[in-house]
């Protein structure tokens, strides 16, 4: 009965990421630098208002896009932090910024369309794209620091182009793009027919200036995306966000309602408390990471290996191209080798090659660990 799975389903995979970080995790011993899991406990704030939903029961159904209280929390929340001026129709809770992703794809993209990606970019896009019968179109951004500019997009503009993601800060490189990359950006494809999907989940984790969204300039052509995974440490409680001019919401709504109804009723009364009572709960977070970059930045330059320094996120992503294998063959090596797990720079499309990614969401000891025995592996290859 196999042949009878839709075409597009059986010819996706799973992600790169997971399916390396599967392939390795039974391994005794292996000091993991793998997936982007914080490795901070969620706030106790928030857990606490998780537990107050349940014996409070309220554990029933919400409106759709998200109770209202927690929707106006989210607009107040970004107006304060990024300068962005949304009203409650013009929001939808989701469930996790994975979900953002799925509806917003599948509102505005059709078959024949074409997606604007930079190359390296984190896998989970090109799957959803392609499930929407589109295309997705990789600009090589590895010349320009793993940034996507109006120029490089400029040549790859046609009557087909339907949407460009701008992913920052990234994963997996840790760019960012400046206010006046993204006013270029914004100019390029004012007045055109294109979206600007700008995917903001690590938008609290800046360590150098603030973060900049392109729906300041564009807002009419833009939706954003965002959620508290990353920045209040909440990954299972799978809470996301789309804002987006309420013509477009109202058809989202749509998709999001016959996807999944609600997000969990529990997961936005915590939501509500990390968006208002912990709206500064990253900062603490941020700092932390920002010394374990500083850190393993240090360390993987002293190793010889060349690598952007990252200024969002949590990940590293040096260069393993003098070594002469692929990123896959490299970083088996170093696992059956050095017992360290990186992730092969070719999941995150052909632009990644010839790079590996490490993320540095654990704590100080276990990144030295497992850089000490990098050194080592790459100290017995020199």
Same mark, same amino acid.
């Given at each position: 009965?196999?042949?009878?799975?839709?075409?597009?389903?059986?010819?996706?995979?799973?992600? +790169?990421?997971?399916?390396?970080?599967?392939?390795?995790?039974?391994?005794?011993? !292996?000091?993991?630098?793998?997936?982007?899991?914080?490795?901070?406990?969620?706030?106790?704030?928030?857990?606490?208002?998780?537990?107050?939903?349940?014996?409070?029961?309220?554990? *029933?159904?919400?409106? #759709?896009?998200?109770?209202?209280?927690?929707?106006?929390?989210?607009?107040?929340?970004?107006?304060?932090?990024?300068?962005?001026?949304?009203?409650?129709?013009?929001?939808? *809770?989701?469930?996790?910024?994975?979900?953002?992703?799925?509806?917003?794809?599948?509102?505005?993209?059709?078959?024949?369309?074409?997606?604007?990606?930079?190359?390296?970019?984190?896998?989970? $896009?090109?799957?959803?794209?392609?499930?929407?019968?589109?295309?997705?179109?990789?600009?090589?951004? =590895?010349?320009?620091?793993?940034?996507?500019?109006?120029?490089?997009?400029?040549?790859?503009?046609?009557? %087909?182009?339907?949407?460009?993601?701008?992913?920052?800060?990234? #994963?997996?490189?840790?760019?960012?793009?400046?206010?006046?990359?993204?006013?270029?950006?914004?100019?390029?494809?004012?007045? %055109?027919?294109?979206?600007?999907?700008? &995917?903001?989940?690590?938008?609290?984790?800046?360590?150098?200036?603030?973060?900049?969204?392109?729906?300041?300039?564009?807002?009419?052509?833009?939706?954003?995306?965002?959620?508290?995974?990353?920045?209040?440490?909440?990954?299972?409680?799978?809470?996301?966000?789309?804002?987006?001019?309420?013509?477009? *919401?109202?058809?989202?709504?749509?998709?999001?309602?016959?996807?999944?109804?609600? *997000?969990?009723?529990?997961?936005?009364?915590?939501?509500?408390?990390?968006?208002?009572?912990?709206?500064? &709960?990253?900062?603490?977070? =941020?700092?932390?990471?920002?010394?374990?970059?500083?850190?393993? $930045?240090?360390? !993987?330059?002293?190793?010889?290996?060349?690598?952007?320094?990252?200024? +969002?996120?949590?990940?590293?992503?040096?260069?393993?191209?003098?070594?002469?294998?692929?990123?896959? &063959?490299?970083?088996?090596?170093?696992?059956?080798?050095?017992?360290?797990? !990186?992730?092969?720079?070719?999941?995150?499309?052909?632009?990644?090659? +010839?790079?590996?990614?490490?993320? $540095?969401?654990?704590?100080?000891?276990?990144?030295?660990?497992?850089?000490? %025995? !990098?050194?080592?592996?790459?100290?017995?290859?020199?």
């Amino acid at each position: 009965m196999e042949h009878l799975i839709h075409s597009r389903v059986k010819n996706i995979e799973i992600s +790169g990421i997971r399916k390396f970080f599967n392939m390795v995790a039974d391994r005794p011993g !292996l000091i993991s630098l793998t997936i982007g899991q914080p490795d901070f406990p969620t706030p106790e704030h928030v857990k606490e208002a998780g537990k107050e939903a349940i014996t409070g029961n309220f554990t *029933t159904y919400t409106h #759709n896009a998200g109770f209202l209280e927690l929707r106006q929390a989210a607009c107040d929340f970004i107006r304060e932090k990024y300068g962005l001026d949304y009203q409650p129709d013009e929001v939808i *809770t989701t469930v996790g910024a994975s979900e953002a992703l799925d509806i917003t794809f599948r509102t505005i993209l059709e078959e024949g369309t074409e997606v604007i990606l930079p190359g390296p970019v984190y896998p989970g $896009y090109e799957p959803l794209i392609r499930l929407c019968g589109a295309k997705p179109v990789y600009i090589d951004t =590895r010349p320009n620091g793993f940034r996507l500019s109006a120029e490089l997009i400029a040549p790859h503009l046609n009557e %087909r182009t339907r949407c460009i993601v701008l992913p920052y800060p990234s #994963n997996p490189t840790g760019a960012t793009l400046s206010e006046q990359e993204l006013r270029e950006i914004a100019a390029l494809v004012k007045g %055109r027919p294109i979206w600007v999907v700008s &995917d903001e989940i690590y938008s609290e984790l800046v360590y150098n200036g603030r973060h900049h969204s392109i729906a300041k300039w564009l807002r009419e052509q833009t939706i954003v995306i965002n959620g508290l995974s990353k920045s209040h440490s909440m990954t299972g409680w799978r809470v996301g966000f789309v804002f987006a001019p309420s013509f477009v *919401t109202k058809h989202m709504l749509k998709v999001h309602q016959y996807s999944v109804s609600c *997000t969990s009723s529990i997961s936005q009364k915590a939501a509500l408390a990390a968006l208002t009572a912990g709206k500064n &709960d990253a900062e603490a977070m =941020r700092l932390q990471y920002k010394e374990r970059m500083e850190y393993a $930045y240090r360390r !993987l330059i002293d190793m010889g290996l060349k690598v952007e320094k990252p200024n +969002g996120a949590f990940y590293l992503f040096p260069s393993i191209a003098a070594f002469g294998q692929s990123s896959f &063959d490299f970083a088996i090596d170093v696992v059956n080798k050095a017992g360290v797990a !990186l992730v092969p720079g070719s999941a995150f499309s052909q632009y990644g090659e +010839g790079h590996v990614r490490l993320s $540095y969401a654990y704590s100080l000891n276990m990144l030295k660990e497992g850089l000490d %025995r !990098l050194e080592r592996y790459i100290k017995e290859r020199q």
